[in-house]
């Protein structure tokens, strides 16, 4: 897939699905659900005060008739409701409501109750970049503030599956940092090499992986050539990981704000695909977010 307009497309395709939405009192979020519904994409259960979700949904266009509404107050009961319709198997993909992401995580994370599956928690975004010839992946923009090479292998396998997800057989995985040297002065530079040995034992699946690799030989083949830097994933990668948190979501906004990327993101590594919306994001990220979540 190229576009968000096939990921839509592709999530149409597999018929609606059910998302359990924890805390769904907020326009935001209803109206994200509001845009899915039209698109045909996805019925909801709904847990959240109902009083005023019933008071907000004819302001965003939502038709409750075609939804479930669960009456609860409590955020934190909201969330454990949520995951739990999730874990029972009656919805297969969980939302973010009006409430903080810690206190949907530990619901998600409960050892018992929870959709644990060992894998750690990782967030990626996709995004369709204006003159890009392809999807792009960033990770992790979201979550994991300052992963160590532990962490970044976890993030890289749960973007290559991510991938995978969107038809891209073979991705190809480039190792940010702001060199394309190893200097055992920058950590990023060591875990990219180390990360790039990983991937050619074959630890992340069918992919190619390449750094330490600079943000232009990343993206630019004309950079690489410059620059002498070879191999398939020089200027045509199909994904960013990033050193930590800032990096990534600094990248990720400046191709948003700046370049006019169209985006979505979805949480990988649960029992279930987590999508989180916020009050600052377009109608168009929130539908993206959500038919991305109905391929993983």
Do not use: W
Not at 48 to 63: F, H, K, M, N, Y
Not at 210 to 230: F, I, Q, T, Y
């Amino acid at each position: 897939m190229k576009s968000f307009a096939e990921i839509l497309a592709a999530a149409r395709a597999r018929g609606p699905k059910r998302v359990a939405v924890a805390a769904a009192a907020d326009q935001a979020v209803l109206e994200a659900i509001a845009l899915a519904d039209r698109e045909g994409l996805c019925q909801a259960v709904l847990f959240g005060d109902s009083e005023e979700i019933r008071r907000l949904a004819p302001t965003v266009g939502l038709d409750l008739s075609r939804h479930e509404v669960v009456h609860v107050t409590d955020k934190a009961e909201a969330a454990a409701q949520a995951v739990a319709r999730v874990r029972a198997g009656g919805a297969e993909v969980l939302m973010k409501g009006m409430l903080d992401t810690a206190t949907l995580l530990r619901a998600v994370l409960n050892r018992e109750t929870g959709l644990r599956t060992g894998r750690r928690l990782t967030h990626c975004f996709v995004l369709e970049v204006p003159g890009l010839d392809r999807l792009l992946l960033i990770s992790d923009a979201a979550f994991n503030v300052a992963p160590d090479l532990a962490g970044k292998a976890a993030i890289l396998s749960n973007a290559v599956s991510l991938a995978h997800a969107l038809g891209i057989e073979e991705p190809k995985v480039a190792v940010l940092a702001a060199v394309e040297v190893v200097n055992p002065d920058m950590p990023a530079t060591t875990d990219a090499a180390a990360l790039k040995e990983m991937g050619a034992r074959g630890e992340f699946g069918r992919c190619l992986v390449d750094g330490p690799l600079a943000m232009d030989l990343a993206v630019s083949p004309e950079a690489a050539r410059h620059k002498g830097v070879g191999g398939p994933v020089a200027g045509h990668a199909d994904i960013l990981i990033v050193p930590d948190i800032e990096a990534g979501n600094i990248l990720y906004k400046g191709l948003v704000y700046l370049a006019g990327a169209k985006v979505g993101g979805v949480v990988l590594g649960a029992a279930a695909p987590v999508v989180l919306v916020s009050r600052a994001d377009s109608p168009e990220s929130k539908l993206n977010a959500i038919a991305l979540s109905l391929l993983v």
